[in-house]
């Protein structure tokens, strides 16, 4: 039971129209609907201003129904005009038929439906990519200038930008929803395949500079979700298998010359040592642990030299990680 309302506003009844949001919730809504393989993931709901008109209405009653039922997972994703009144403290979502005094839907009533369904709903993702979007999660009134955050079990916020900046658009795309995008297809996945919102944050941060707008990260989960997954880094076998390469968290592999097909200047040296081809298999697996950080080549600067030279390879700290739930199977 995983559901996504995908929301996209272009169109503005009082001008400033934008261009890249209907193209981000489209490409968002595709993207969260299946796995990498094609299985199915998230039920999605997709509105956005050049089907229908996306009144404060129409928006409130699709965020409530979001929101109605139980379900494992709800994510609500937003693309579009957001604004912060200075005066009364209170940031909203902004509607195509938003105006002053009525913008469009309360970020402060978002929160309190995602931690008031938190019985029902084990998990809520809010993603917002607007303006002034990282006001989302703080209650007006606390503390100095309201700026608390009150995030209910289960929930988890990720906002394009700081709730004093701007949200850009580049190329058709918000810039923040563009990063999103990249990530979702599986640039920010782990060794497993699997995307979380931790992993998608640390992505946008590492992309976006000091000098551009800031994403913001809250959460109060106990266990990360996964929004998507596509193929593992390293197949899940041979994961799986690690306890059996390395009896021991500090085994060292040894690798010779039968491993390695490829000897370059060691090769007229080598010749008489034959290539193994069960041995040379073991070893491109290793070759791929090797570029994700999960096994180091032993006094030696590549896994090439460690074969060649006949040293071998043990488990980095994150390899050692890995073995560890290979052996509580947990992969």
Not at 111 to 129: C, F, M, P, Y
Not at 237 to 243: A, G, I, K, M, S
Request: charged share 20%; hydrophobic share 35%.
């Amino acid at each position: 039971m995983k559901k996504a309302l995908i929301v996209g506003i272009d169109h503005y009844d009082l001008g400033q129209s934008l261009t890249g949001c209907v193209n981000d919730a489209v490409e968002i809504a595709l993207l969260l609907a299946t796995n990498e393989d094609g299985s199915p993931n998230f039920s999605v709901r997709t509105v956005t201003s050049d089907k229908i008109r996306v009144t404060s209405s129409a928006l409130q009653g699709e965020i409530e129904d979001l929101f109605s039922g139980n379900a494992d997972t709800v994510l609500f994703y937003f693309a579009g005009h957001g604004i912060l009144n200075q005066t009364t403290d209170a940031g909203f979502i902004v509607s195509q038929d938003g105006k002053k005094g009525a913008w469009g839907f309360p970020l402060n009533s978002l929160l309190q439906l995602a931690n008031k369904e938190g019985s029902r709903i084990r998990s809520t993702v809010i993603i917002l990519d607007s303006c002034n979007s990282g006001y989302m999660g703080e209650v007006s009134g606390l503390g100095n200038n309201g700026q608390v955050s009150v995030v209910g079990n289960g929930v988890t916020i990720l906002t394009a930008c700081h709730r004093e900046e701007v949200a850009d658009e580049r190329n058709g795309h918000g810039l923040f929803t563009s990063i999103l995008i990249d990530g979702l297809r599986g640039s920010s996945s782990d060794i497993c395949g699997n995307i979380t919102p931790a992993s998608i944050y640390s992505h946008v941060d590492q992309i976006l500079g000091p000098w551009e707008q800031r994403p913001i990260y809250k959460a109060n989960v106990e266990t990360f979700i996964v929004l998507r997954r596509v193929s593992p880094k390293i197949p899940l076998e041979f994961l799986r298998h690690l306890p059996n390469v390395f009896p021991d968290p500090a085994y060292i592999y040894q690798l010779n010359p039968s491993f390695e097909p490829e000897r370059g200047e060691e090769a007229d040296r080598l010749q008489h040592v034959p290539i193994i081809e069960k041995n040379v298999q073991l070893y491109r697996k290793l070759q791929a642990c090797n570029r994700h950080g999960l096994v180091v080549p032993v006094n030696q600067p590549h896994m090439w030299h460690a074969a060649v030279f006949s040293t071998g390879c043990k488990l980095t700290a994150l390899g050692v990680h890995y073995r560890k739930l290979a052996e509580m199977r947990r992969i």
